[in-house]
């Protein structure tokens, strides 16, 4: 059974840099897996962040990259604010019928 | 405006059915790939079920092959979710998705609906 892999927990203080990570329990994370990133507020749907490795979504600000860093997708915030604090989840895509494999989020803290 | 609205859900009892409807606007329906995700009550997201443009596709995620069937009418706009002997796990708030044409990342979300099984 795949397991895609996050961090549960991050702490960044405003204004700093924080980089989140998505990984495999067993293999890589390459751009074949069309890696994507979603911010989740409680009680909100998700919004695109970063899709297929490094493309930000529209209106998505710049201090929000995509990209892999070794064998894992990695989700970079720049100049950390606090309406930055959220779940942030990651998904790869395994291929028709097997589809979409979501991590199990990172609950990011801004303090 | 692209806009996903679910509606549907509610409480039913284990072993009921539940029909859920996304109705899409602000682009053209018939042109996109479309998902369910869904979240179980303080969870992470799980992909469940997704058609392609014309219905000729579906998948499933495993959990939910042979109780779960996805299905669109593109002349209304509209994704379906039929939902038959549920069971108390599936209890989670369901979010119909839109698919980026020509990549399959999730683009657009609607808003979700809730979806609680237990007597």
């Known amino acids: 059974q795949t397991v895609v892999t996050q961090e549960p927990s991050f702490s960044v203080s405003p204004g700093g840099t924080v980089t989140l990570t998505c990984g495999l329990s067993?293999?890589?994370?390459?751009?074949?897996?069309?890696p994507s990133w979603y911010q989740q507020t409680p009680g909100q749907a998700p919004r695109t962040l970063i899709y297929?490795?490094?493309t930000r979504s529209s209106g998505v600000p710049d201090r929000f990259s995509g990209s892999i860093l070794g064998n894992k997708a990695a989700l970079t915030i720049t100049g950390a604010q606090a309406d930055d604090e959220s779940d942030y989840y990651c998904?790869?895509?395994?291929?028709?019928?097997?589809?979409?494999?979501f991590g199990g989020g990172t609950k990011l803290t801004v303090l | 405006e692209v806009q996903l609205v679910e509606s549907g859900g509610g409480l039913v009892q284990p072993g009921g059915s539940l029909r859920l409807s996304c109705a899409a606007s602000?682009?053209?329906?018939?042109?996109?790939?479309m998902s369910w995700v869904r979240q179980a009550p303080g969870k992470g997201l799980e992909w469940v079920a997704n058609i392609k443009q014309d219905g000729s596709e579906k998948y499933y995620v495993d959990s939910v092959k042979g109780r779960f069937t996805i299905s669109r009418d593109n002349a209304k706009n509209s994704l379906y979710l039929q939902m038959n002997s549920l069971r108390a796990e599936d209890t989670a708030v369901y979010y119909c998705?839109?698919?980026?044409?020509?990549?399959?990342?999730?683009?657009?979300w609607g808003q979700g609906t809730l979806v609680t099984v237990s007597s």
């Open positions: 067993s293999g890589s994370v390459s751009t074949s897996y069309y």
């Open positions: 998705a839109r698919h980026y044409q020509l990549l399959p990342d999730f683009d657009y």
């Open positions: 297929s490795t490094n």
């Open positions: 602000g682009f053209t329906f018939s042109s996109y790939w």
């Open positions: 998904v790869l895509y395994m291929g028709s019928g097997i589809a979409w494999v």
